[in-house]
Nanobody, 123 residues
Framework: QVHLVESGGGLVQAGGSLRLSCAAS????????VGWFRQAPGKGREFLAA????????YYGDSVKGRFTISRDNAKNTVYLQMNSLKPEDTAVYYC????????????????WGQGTQVTVSS
């Protein structure tokens, strides 16, 4: 199975940018579709973006379309989430997840999850 570790979170001012990384070990990440989700306190897990195994197909959630970009470097076994124009409402724990066969946008359809990285956007 694949083991995922997120990094790159932190504190940023509104309007700023962060790039999150999702690094894989155990199995090659190129065999998995990868999605990014976030969860704010008291809320459910929200879909942000997903990329197919090759990176040729991407999906975005409405709340981040035009501000966030998902990309992958299969040679580095890593998927990225570039986040621009950050808002205080983007504050949450951000997770990456992997799925072997499909490219889903719902959290229940992903089999493997990282531990999450905190993103805090100050106003």
């Amino acid at each position: 199975q694949v083991h995922l570790v997120e990094s790159g979170g932190g504190l940023v001012q509104a309007g700023g940018s962060l790039r999150l990384s999702c690094a894989a070990s155990g199995r090659t990440l190129s065999a998995y579709a990868v999605g990014w989700f976030r969860q704010a306190p008291g809320k459910g897990r929200e879909f942000l973006a997903a990329t197919s195994m090759s990176g040729g197909i991407t999906y975005y959630g409405d709340s981040v379309k035009g501000r966030f970009t998902i990309s992958r470097d299969n040679a580095k076994n890593t998927v990225y989430l570039q986040m621009n124009s950050l808002k205080p409402e983007d504050t949450a724990v951000y997770y990456c997840a992997a799925e072997r066969l499909r490219l889903p946008t719902t959290p229940n359809d992903y089999d493997y999850w990282g531990q999450g990285t905190q993103v805090t956007v100050s106003s």
